[in-house]
């Protein structure tokens, strides 16, 4: 983590009314964000479970964004 | 219902020792219920265990299975084919449960992950009271329906004592007096008199002193299993 270079891969959960919404309307504006971030649409951020934050932390992601 | 609670994380990493691989089985039933141990928790667990063993340097190989109840022949039976891989199958069932599992299966090592702590209910989301000590001789009908067997400190069968004050118990002021919500609901019932007649002492024999119990039922046994 003390390395500068260090770009974080990082899997957020958006809900589709409106975190999606809005990374979607941040693309139309042009707007870049790292690409360590992966989105993941989901109905709504309450259908989040435990197990799919783990499943994401088991496969290598430094971080877990739900976003709802 | 029975009510359990999961083992910390480090005293089931302690359980399962050297163990590289492990069958985490979960109870479709009461530990279900009450979050201890149903399919849900069963893969919380095998991913804690997964990413823990790993970051101690000894990877472990952690399978999850979950049955509908542990503690019946019938629905353990079909996991027999599978258990010979494993090092250590690591229950999330009852303490039944567990027993069920080492009694089928004596060639492999089943080892409990939750407590089974007693039995009772949710009174509210997330808050689970004890409700009853399968003593086997049951009083509720001589004490407005609220067991003091299993929820006065002292199980009296003729209170409440000295150590009741305001409706909470001496031992501890999160434990309602029993005895107070015997008597305040036989007065709602108009029934005081239930409790006018001192109870003898209990025979413990049907409980617990009696030594493990046993119900055999002929009218539901199999002919050819007499």
């Given at each position: 983590?003390?390395?500068p270079?260090?770009?974080?891969?990082?899997?957020?959960?958006?809900?589709?009314?409106?975190?999606?919404?809005?990374?979607?309307?941040?693309?139309?504006?042009?707007?870049?964000?790292?690409?360590?971030?992966?989105?993941?649409?989901?109905?709504?951020?309450?259908?989040?479970?435990?197990?799919?934050?783990?499943?994401?932390?088991?496969?290598?992601?430094?971080?877990?964004?739900?976003?709802? | 219902m029975?009510?359990?609670?999961?083992?910390?994380?480090?005293?089931?990493?302690?359980?399962?020792?050297?163990?590289?691989?492990?069958?985490?089985?979960?109870?479709?039933?009461?530990?279900?219920?009450?979050?201890?141990?149903?399919?849900?928790?069963?893969?919380?667990?095998?991913?804690?265990?997964?990413?823990?063993?790993?970051?101690?340097?000894?990877?472990?190989?952690?399978?999850?299975?979950?049955?509908?109840?542990?503690?019946?022949?019938?629905?353990?039976?079909?996991?027999?084919?599978?258990?010979?891989?494993?090092?250590?199958?690591?229950?999330?069932?009852?303490?039944?449960?567990?027993?069920?599992?080492?009694?089928?299966?004596?060639?492999?090592?089943?080892?409990?992950?939750?407590?089974?702590?007693?039995?009772?209910?949710?009174?509210?989301?997330?808050?689970?009271?004890?409700?009853?000590?399968?003593?086997?001789?049951?009083?509720?009908?001589?004490?407005?329906?609220?067991?003091?067997?299993?929820?006065?400190?002292k199980?009296?069968?003729?209170?409440?004592?000295?150590?009741?004050?305001?409706?909470?118990?001496?031992?501890?002021?999160?434990?309602?007096?029993?005895?107070?919500?015997?008597?305040?609901?036989?007065?709602k019932?108009?029934?005081?008199?239930?409790l006018?007649?001192?109870?003898?002492?209990?025979?413990w024999s049907?409980?617990?002193?009696?030594?493990?119990?046993?119900?055999?039922?002929?009218?539901?046994?199999?002919?050819?299993?007499?």
């Amino acid at each position: 983590m003390s390395d500068p270079n260090f770009e974080p891969k990082i899997l957020a959960f958006c809900c589709r009314h409106c975190a999606y919404a809005a990374a979607d309307l941040a693309g139309g504006m042009r707007i870049p964000y790292p690409t360590g971030l992966r989105i993941i649409e989901v109905p709504c951020s309450g259908r989040v479970e435990v197990t799919e934050v783990l499943h994401a932390f088991e496969h290598g992601v430094d971080g877990v964004m739900v976003a709802g | 219902m029975i009510v359990g609670e999961q083992k910390t994380l480090d005293e089931i990493m302690g359980l399962l020792g050297d163990a590289h691989k492990v069958l985490v089985a979960g109870c479709g039933t009461c530990v279900t219920v009450s979050f201890a141990g149903g399919e849900k928790e069963v893969g919380i667990l095998a991913s804690q265990l997964r990413m823990r063993s790993k970051l101690e340097g000894h990877p472990m190989e952690v399978d999850e299975v979950t049955v509908q109840r542990q503690c019946e022949w019938e629905y353990i039976d079909p996991l027999a084919p599978r258990l010979g891989e494993y090092d250590v199958i690591l229950s999330l069932a009852c303490g039944i449960g567990v027993q069920a599992m080492n009694e089928r299966f004596p060639d492999s090592i089943t080892l409990p992950g939750v407590n089974t702590v007693f039995l009772g209910m949710p009174v509210e989301q997330g808050i689970w009271e004890e409700r009853c000590q399968a003593c086997g001789d049951c009083i509720l009908g001589l004490t407005a329906g609220i067991c003091p067997i299993a929820r006065c400190s002292k199980q009296l069968l003729n209170g409440p004592c000295g150590g009741s004050q305001n409706g909470v118990c001496e031992v501890n002021p999160d434990i309602p007096c029993a005895w107070q919500l015997i008597w305040e609901r036989a007065v709602k019932l108009g029934r005081e008199e239930w409790l006018l007649e001192i109870q003898p002492p209990k025979d413990w024999s049907k409980s617990r002193d009696g030594g493990p119990r046993k119900i055999v039922r002929d009218d539901l046994r199999l002919a050819d299993m007499e």
